[in-house]
């Protein structure tokens, strides 16, 4: 978060490369852990905070119609099952209606209110529905039952996607880089890293955090 919002907002010159990138990463993962909680025909499934709409179209795959919501749902692609709506996670309530899984994927991190906001999904799910909540070091699933938080390491080498995001993401901070007293020609440099054979980075540890409604 930045004193004007969020320094990574799904709206912008950048968002779209964003979005690519996120779901280059991230997409190998996610999906693994979202079919553990029984995706298939006929589960109602609700995507919140769809972003680039990839998880929310692999879920709408696999079980036939799903809802998805975001603050500005116009980079989610068509889909047929799939339905978006725009949406205010932390202004509006979710869709009522006993969902069998309700997803979020790097939505609290982003939001002040991110523990009202942790709690919405759970008002969402029918009894024994899942929740799955994928996101930076945050394990909070509260009102659940047989919470699962499964960290999630990756070694980054050069031309893997979540580096080119990290560099990507240069563009979105360069206002604040720059005043804390990096150049552009620095920024170019580090944008360069990515392709740079001899580069090693650990990743974050990431959760993905399953928990059950009673």
Do not use: N
Request: charged share 25%; net charge positive; hydrophobic share 40%.
């Amino acid at each position: 978060m930045t004193a004007t919002g969020c320094a990574f907002a799904g709206h912008g010159l950048h968002a779209t490369e964003q979005f690519r990138c996120l779901s280059a990463a991230y997409d190998p993962i996610t999906p693994a852990r979202l079919g553990q909680t029984g995706v298939r025909k006929g589960r109602r499934c609700l995507e919140v905070g769809a972003g680039g709409g990839s998880v929310a179209q692999w879920l709408a795959r696999r079980s036939g119609s799903v809802p998805a919501t975001d603050l500005d749902p116009r980079h989610v692609p068509a889909e047929p099952g799939l339905t978006v709506r725009r949406h205010d996670v932390v202004r509006e309530l979710l869709p009522e209606g006993g969902f069998d899984l309700v997803h979020a994927r790097f939505v609290p991190a982003h939001l002040p209110e991110r523990e009202e906001v942790l709690c919405k999904p759970v008002l969402s799910l029918k009894p024994g529905g899942w929740s799955q909540i994928d996101e930076f070091d945050r394990t909070c699933a509260p009102v659940l039952v047989d919470v699962d938080p499964v960290p999630v390491t990756q070694p980054w080498r050069a031309g893997s996607p979540a580096v080119r995001l990290l560099a990507h993401r240069t563009h979105l901070l360069r206002d604040g880089l720059v005043e804390a007293g990096m150049t552009d020609q620095d920024l170019h440099r580090l944008r360069a890293l990515p392709a740079d054979p001899v580069l090693r980075v650990a990743s974050c540890v990431r959760y993905s955090v399953h928990g059950r409604r009673p």
